[in-house]
């Protein structure tokens, strides 16, 4: 099992930035890959950034792609989405996942944070 604990989340005006963070315990060895997903009031969840287990190859929907990082800190067990230039679009329920399987398949992500909200006001 693995537990993941998301933290970072608030209230931002739009244009700034808020950097989220995911915490894992557990059985780490069993996660081949992070990744950030989204959802907002009424629309579907969206696979926002993922990185590899030693965070040599990354993954950005083509709607966050130069205004949001991911990167990990292998040490701390931790990965962070640092999000810049943020926009009222960007308002939704945040989740942290881990994979076990490759990254390429949303159904490789089989343990969740509980959610951080971010809302961005115009």
């Known amino acids: 099992q693995v537990q993941l604990v998301e933290s970072g989340g608030g209230l931002v005006q739009a244009g700034g930035s808020l950097r989220l963070s995911c915490a894992a315990s557990?059985?780490?060895?069993?996660?081949?890959?992070m990744g950030w997903f989204r959802q907002a009031p009424g629309k579907e969840r969206e696979y926002i950034a993922a990185i590899t287990g030693i965070g040599t190859s990354t993954y950005y929907l083509d709607s966050v792609k130069g205004r949001f990082y991911i990167y990990r800190d292998n040490d701390k067990n931790t990965v962070y989405l640092q999000m810049n230039s943020l926009k009222s679009d960007d308002t939704a329920v945040y989740y942290c996942?881990?994979?076990?399987?490759?990254?390429?398949?949303?159904?490789?992500?089989?343990?969740w944070g509980q959610g951080t909200q971010v809302t961005v006001s115009s």
């Open positions: 996942a881990a994979a076990t399987g490759p990254v390429r398949f949303e159904s490789s992500y089989a343990y």
């Open positions: 557990g059985s780490i060895s069993s996660i081949n890959a």
